[in-house]
């Protein structure tokens, strides 16, 4: 009925966190790769900025999707009180209920998934740089 509410609330948290990391993050850090002096490749690591980017689309994303859900059942209507739950207090008391299970565990989950793909980025990032090291080390 509203589980959808709970990611989305989330994902206001997390944009304007991600508002707040960008305005302190200024420089990034650039890897530069290089062969006889000759500037082969060159990589930065992602800013964190970014990786909360990468939170508030899947969690933007799959809210949407469920408010679409939700609107093509007719759960949420175009007219106050916009949630058709909220007009009986059972159906309101049903509705929290809905929100406080499946909703917080599909933000669990979203944020789960992320915390995967912070833990893939971090293994890429650390196999660049000591493969840029070792470059380095050769060339030396």
Request: with cysteine.
């Amino acid at each position: 009925m509203a589980c959808f509410l709970v990611p989305a609330a989330e994902a206001v948290v997390s944009t304007v966190a991600t508002k707040i990391v960008e305005k302190k993050e200024k420089e990034q850090k650039e890897l530069k790769i290089s062969l006889d002096g000759v500037n082969v490749e060159s990589a930065s690591k992602i800013p964190f900025s970014q990786k909360l980017k990468w939170l508030n689309r899947l969690l933007w994303g799959g809210s949407f999707l469920l408010m679409f859900e939700h609107i093509w059942h007719g759960e949420v209507v175009p007219f106050f009180p916009f949630l058709t739950a909220a007009s009986n207090p059972e159906d309101a008391a049903e509705m929290l209920h809905e929100m406080a299970t499946a909703g917080v565990s599909m933000a669990v989950l979203v944020t789960v998934v992320w915390l995967g793909m912070l833990a893939v980025a971090a293994i890429i990032e650390k196999r660049a740089e000591k493969e840029a090291q070792t470059l380095a080390a050769n060339e030396g």
